[in-house]
């Protein structure tokens, strides 16, 4: 990932708040469960992440926890679940290039997750987004409620920013909102084809490496689709309900 100014937090937290609530309305988040992460100090010590146990649908941009991890510890109990805690702290504290943090058990991601071969096969243009560029998780212990969890899952994660996590969930990491929130979005669409042709029992037409690769690239050279596709989100959000930037 290369390196970007920081955003004013001000703004980071009305996009962060849009984002919860997008993804709310598409369904893809686990009750009050799930959360972001987003950096606001350069070196990721310092970063925002949802409060413990708040629905997506309600956050609200002032309803967002600034943590620091060279800071008292915060409250387990009740200001942040501790399973956030061990993910998003690990996160950012080993990866500071992460900026943006995303953990979810979408629907049909996390299905792919339980398979015993969990690689999001490029089947389509969406699956080929992600040719070679998954990481695989499949060391699954039961709650990510440990640093040492934490840790393991910012190793495995290493110089990729997608990590299909066996049998849970699902991580994405970007420099930005839009880039995380477009980058879910399509991963689980992506997802979705692969479960629906797995359910037909016929065998999957894999593109050959070349055209996967080669298209892989594309949605890499195209970033500014991602930003715009966030925005126009958020627009959406300002005309119907723009109490996330509250």
């Known amino acids: ?38 950096a606001v100090s350069a070196d990721g010590r310092r970063f925002l992440m949802n409060p413990k146990w708040k629905h997506f649908s309600r956050i609200r941009a002032s309803d967002l926890v600034l943590f620091d991890l060279d800071g008292e510890a915060p409250d387990l109990d009740t200001v942040v679940d501790p399973t956030a805690w061990a993910i998003h702290g690990q996160m950012h504290r080993l990866m500071p290039q992460a900026r943006v943090v995303l953990h979810l058990h979408p629907p049909y991601a996390t299905t792919v997750a339980t398979l015993k071969n969990p690689t999001v096969l490029p089947i389509d243009q969406n699956t080929a987004r992600y040719f070679n560029r998954v990481a695989i998780d499949s060391g699954f212990s039961g709650m990510a409620n440990s640093e040492a969890e934490g840790e393991r899952l910012a ?92």
């Open 1 to 38: 990932m290369s390196t970007v100014s920081l955003p004013d937090e001000t703004q980071l937290r009305i996009d962060m708040a849009a984002l919860f609530r997008i993804v709310a309305r598409q369904g893809l988040h686990e009750a009050v469960a799930n959360h972001f992460s987003a």
């Open 155 to 246: 190793a495995l994660l290493g110089d990729k920013t997608r990590l299909m996590m066996g049998n849970h969930g699902v991580m994405v990491a970007a420099q930005t909102v839009g880039e995380a929130f477009d980058d879910m979005y399509t991963l689980e669409r992506g997802c979705r084809t692969l479960v629906q042709a797995y359910a037909t029992g016929q065998p999957l037409n894999v593109l050959p490496d070349e055209i996967a690769e080669a298209t892989a690239r594309d949605w890499e050279s195209i970033r500014d689709f991602s930003l715009a596709h966030f925005e126009e989100m958020k627009a959406i959000l300002d005309r119907e309900d723009p109490s996330y930037a509250d």
